[in-house]
């Protein structure tokens, strides 16, 4: 699929997102002016490093930004409605219901002092308003149906009871009890050890064919998004810099910060004698570069960069927010423009995301 | 040298070298208390059971595993930072310990440990870094100071003396000079693990004990620490023991790979011949599970079932047994459960701790693998 | 070699980003600093508690024996310049006796506290640092000691040694009141123990004593600091129950309790009396609770700086 879809085939679009934190050492701009969809049934990976913003804006599709955070600007829609002017009590309707999420700690998110089924079970009852006893067996349902052995016995078990891989899949149990459309996976199969995180990618992989659910997953590991994801977005400091289909992120990537993501780990089968670095730290988020934001770790970086990027279509339905041209080359006004022209030519050169 | 152990014979010894490092049949059980005043043994975590391996001067071993599996605690009994139960410890020729078993104590044989004064000594050659470097920096001291822990506690009083030292450490890992009085809470991560690496080095060890270096650390960042670690075992000569859970990461920088299943080492190897021809069927899922950065590449796993069983009630005969694909496939043979199977070369240099090692091919590997389905334990 | 494009990092060049990127330069104690300063009730509170201690260390001082002196002349005098809160029924300067009787209560909250300090840190560590049965033994006393009615046995420890004696208070609320500081140093250790700085320590040579002194307690002591802030509420409380029962610092010898119980005499006639020590007595535990409070927000390093 090498077609962005049109925005109104979309099952969630999130459009200029700002979702900042007002800390007293200033301004913490976590999401800036980030936009992608994701349609129905399609499973979109949202890959960074630790600090990139991948998270807060999952949190901020949920409405689960505390003080000091707040979403000062952009949209949220879910199919038809706009998630940001929904009340507090129609968006508890929509956690429990339409959108589901799962975290990297299973623990955090569990009752400890509940048993894992009556959680479920409580979950399910609210959902579809059925008698307690039937969503009870309802819960025991869930539970063997992602693979929990002797799923009667487990139910009455306790959060701390149960291995990491087993409470993983308790939250995907929870997660799906309510048939949502859409799953948010934030570094789900982070704390697992491999062999397990083979197991949830698995069982996720199942559930996502039968439930036709589109998925957010949400990683900083390069291989789980190759694996699962049909179309990726790749963050970096609170902006969306690059984003296209999964083939194309990984065989193509135009942003410089994608290629030296994907050059930079190491991968089985593949050794080399030194693995290439992206120079230097992910910037102070109280102390961003101006123009592009990774143009002092940036082996292409050029004087241009420090007017802001356009956001650029590479092909149809890839976007890189780079000044380099599609073929990598340095952009038409120059390495060196001017900053009046370097301005007005981003904004001829950015398409709507 | 004594091998009464049959899982524990100094297997896949090194080809060729001087050995820097030797462990011998290495065991720790941590005892689980309880009782009325909490004194009394009601069972044993066997976090380490049985371990035999050596590292030859200038080269990295790799100790993969999963949770569980032995591996940090096997890092910390070598640093003795935490005691054994039995077995023996050899740095640079120098005996760090030797604790016999409970068997062999009641046959006489006494324990030989080195005492506090000579171990200090033994430290300048063995050092360490730790996973978290939040966790591993002392929050309360500077740069020079943590820096230059090491010197001043072996005798570096001169405290112009000790921040040049620490200066052109700091440059050696690639920090700057102008940092030493800083405190931890102002670098990164990936910087705080260079303070880590730079503290290692102040005494200049041969031997560094890398505990999952960068697994907290971001990927662009851990490429960073992954090549300076190159550079400094290149520059300084030095040998590493390198643990980690990341197995491509143990791939590029290892020249041995020792795989850790449950307190026991299950195989051991030069690293090209483990990850092309994996002999345990442990190694193969492991390999198998990990995800590749290639989308084209979705390919069929060899997924293992259930869980890893508690170390503190491990399985009998193998330890894998429990969840082996390859047992399955033999039509469960009773050997597994009853024996526990030999650490046995089944090629120089290449030990393994299966007895149907050889049935493991393409093959049967390629029958073992599969795709979808919730997959049940 | 592949990757050339890439500078050598060790020994070469340092990448000029490195420094850009670093946060402001902050140390602990600055960040602790900043932390308090935010708490604008513990900011309060510390200009209360300074205020008070000046007082009673320099009104006495100042006054020399007006706190004691009776004279029949002065008998129930009104507030004058020299005596701002009026003259009691033996005509003693009831402003000087108030000043006098903090002076007392606060010398024996901060001297039972160092005792409690004293005792609890090395109860504590010694357990945490050594555990099995050490740490064992040690908890096993906590929880003796932590079952006796605590100030019955301060009544009874007063009564059989000496009444009216300072330092016997402080000695007995000392020796009843460690438990918390004890548990508190013991839990920090046993989870110090593990730490990995501590670790690192270890495997770098530094022997116990060096391990203990300069990476355990320092990082131990901030619930300590916290626990003990709070414990100088609690000493000057018992020690006011005590004078106040009779137990404690008797008259002549001034304490906020001892003055409470005689301006019990004059409740109807003069209920100022036992206002002005009630009062002081109040201002002194809510500072040092508020002190407390901010000092637990102040000193945890986990604890980020926000706003809102």
């Given at each position: 699929m090498t077609q962005r879809p049109t925005?109104?085939?979309?099952?969630l679009s999130i459009d200029g997102l700002k979702t900042h934190f007002y800390t007293q050492d200033g301004v913490v701009k976590a999401v800036d002016g980030v936009s992608f969809g994701i349609r129905n049934g399609e499973t979109l990976g949202v890959v960074g490093e630790s600090g990139c913003g991948k998270s807060i804006t999952a949190l901020s599709v949920m409405r689960l930004i505390e003080r000091p955070g707040r979403i000062v600007a952009g949209s949220i829609r879910l199919a038809d409605r706009d998630l940001l002017a929904l009340s507090d009590e129609e968006m508890r309707d929509v956690r429990g219901n339409a959108i589901s999420m799962i975290f990297q700690e299973p623990m955090t998110s569990l009752n400890p002092v509940y048993p894992c089924g009556d959680q479920i079970a409580e979950a399910i009852s609210l959902h579809e308003g059925i008698h307690r006893r039937e969503a009870g067996d309802r819960a025991i349902e869930m539970l063997s149906q992602v693979g929990i052995p002797d799923a009667k016995r487990r139910a009455r078990e306790y959060p701390h009871q149960l291995s990491g891989g087993m409470r993983q899949r308790v939250m995907i149990a929870m997660a799906l009890s309510t048939n949502p459309e859409l799953l948010i996976a934030d570094e789900p199969t982070t704390a697992l050890d491999v062999t397990i995180q083979a197991q949830i990618l698995e069982l996720m992989k199942a559930l996502r064919e039968r439930n036709r659910m589109a998925i957010m997953l949400i990683t900083h590991d390069l291989g789980v998004i190759a694996e699962m994801a049909d179309d990726v977005v790749v963050m970096y400091s609170g902006k969306v810099v690059e984003s296209s289909d999964v083939n194309t992120v990984f065989e193509q990537p135009h942003h410089p910060y994608t290629k030296g993501l994907l050059a930079s780990i190491p991968r089985l089968g593949e050794k080399r004698h030194r693995l290439e670095v992206i120079q230097g730290v992910v910037p102070n988020p109280l102390n961003l570069p101006k123009g592009c934001l990774f143009k002092r770790r940036c082996?292409?970086?050029?004087?241009?960069?420090d007017t802001p990027p356009p956001l650029q279509e590479i092909q149809p339905g890839h976007l890189s927010r780079c000044w380099l041209t599609p073929a990598g080359e340095p952009p038409e006004i120059g390495a060196d423009a001017e900053a009046e022209t370097a301005v007005a030519a981003a904004a001829a050169l950015t398409v709507e995301a | 040298m004594e091998t009464t152990n049959p899982g524990a014979q100094p297997a896949a010894a090194p080809a060729a070298g001087e050995t820097l490092l030797r462990v011998e049949n290495l065991v720790k059980h941590f005892e689980i208390r309880g009782g009325l005043l909490g004194i009394s043994t009601i069972g044993a975590v066997r976090a380490v059971d049985g371990v035999s391996f050596s590292v030859r001067k200038g080269e990295t071993l790799g100790l993969v595993g999963e949770s569980g599996c032995g591996k940090t605690t096997l890092g910390k009994v070598i640093l003795r930072l935490i005691p054994a139960t039995s077995g023996k410890v050899t740095v640079k020729n120098r005996v760090l310990f030797d604790i016999p078993t409970e068997e062999e104590r009641k046959a006489g044989r006494r324990a030989t440990v080195l005492d506090a004064g000579e171990m200090k000594k033994a430290r300048r050659d063995l050092q360490v870094v730790f996973q978290d470097p939040y966790a591993s920096l002392n929050p309360r001291m500077s740069v020079g100071e943590i820096v230059g822990e090491g010197p001043l506690v072996h005798g570096l009083t001169d405290k112009g003396k000790r921040e040049d030292l620490v200066r052109e450490l700091l440059a050696r890992v690639g920090l700057n000079q102008s940092h030493i009085h800083r405190y931890p809470h102002e670098f990164s991560g990936g910087q705080r693990q260079r303070i880590g690496i730079a503290r290692a080095l102040a005494l200049n060890p041969d031997f560094v004990v890398c505990d999952e270096p960068v697994s907290a650390l971001d990927v662009s960042i851990q490429s960073q620490v992954l090549n300076l670690l190159d550079d400094l075992q290149q520059e300084l000569g030095l040998t590493y023991l390198f643990i980690a859970h990341n197995l491509a990461v143990v791939e590029h920088i290892s020249d041995r790979v020792g795989v850790m299943y449950l307190g026991m080492m299950v195989e051991l190897a030069e690293v090209d011949d483990i990850y092309v021809r994996p002999a345990h069927p442990y190694t193969v899922a492991l390999l198998s599970a990990v995800p590749d950065p290639n989308p084209r590449n979705r390919r069929r796993r060899v997924i293992l079932k259930g869980d890893i069983p508690s170390p503190a009630n491990p399985p009998s005969g193998c330890r894998f047994h429990t969840r082996c694909w390859l047992r399955e496939r033999l039509g469960n043979p009773e050997q597994c459960t009853t024996v526990v199977p030999e650490f046995r070369?089944?090629?120089?240099g290449h030990a393994v701790a299966c007895h149907f090692a050889e049935e493991v091919t393409p093959d049967t590997i390629g029958a073992a693998a599969r795709t979808g389905g919730p997959v049940a334990s | 070699m592949e990757g050339t494009q890439v500078t050598r990092i060790p020994g070469g060049a340092i990448p000029a980003v490195d420094e850009v990127d670093l946060t402001p330069v902050r140390t602990y104690w600055q960040l602790v600093r900043q932390r308090f300063v935010r708490h604008r009730l513990a900011v309060i509170a510390f200009f209360l508690m300074a205020i008070l201690v000046t007082a009673a260390i320099a009104i006495p001082l100042l006054s020399g024996d007006a706190w004691k002196e009776t004279s029949l002349e002065r008998i129930n005098q009104p507030a004058s310049l020299?005596?701002?809160?009026g003259y009691d029924s033996l005509g003693i300067n009831t402003f000087a006796r108030l000043m006098k009787g903090l002076q007392t209560s606060l010398f024996i909250g901060f001297a039972a506290v160092l005792v409690i300090v004293f005792i609890g840190v090395t109860v504590g560590s010694t357990a945490g640092y050594f555990g099995g049965w050490v740490d064992n033994a040690l908890m096993r006393v906590v929880d003796i000691v932590l079952s006796i009615p605590t100030f019955f046995l301060i009544l009874m420890l007063v009564a059989f040694w000496g009444t009216g004696n300072v330092w016997v208070i402080i000695i007995a609320i000392g020796l009843t009141g460690w438990t918390t500081a004890a548990r508190l140093v013991r839990a920090e250790f046993l989870s110090l123990r593990e730490a990995d700085f501590v670790q690192a320590a270890k495997a770098l040579g530094a022997g116990d004593r060096r391990v203990v002194m300069r990476h355990m307690i320092p990082s131990a002591m901030a619930p300590v600091v916290v626990a003990a802030t709070l414990g100088i509420a609690d000493s000057v409380v018992v020690e006011a129950a005590l004078s106040f029962l009779g137990f404690g610092i008797t008259p002549p010898e001034a304490s906020l309790g001892n003055m409470l119980t005689k301006a019990q005499d004059y409740f109807y006639r003069n209920p100022l009396l036992a206002w002005y020590p009630g009062i002081t007595l109040v201002l002194v535990v809510l500072a040092a609770s508020f002190l407390g409070d901010g000092l637990r927000d102040a000193l945890d390093p986990r604890q980020r700086v926000e706003t809102n």
């Open positions: 925005r109104t085939g979309e099952l082996p292409s970086a050029m004087p241009v960069c | 070369e089944i090629q120089p | 020299t005596a701002p809160l």
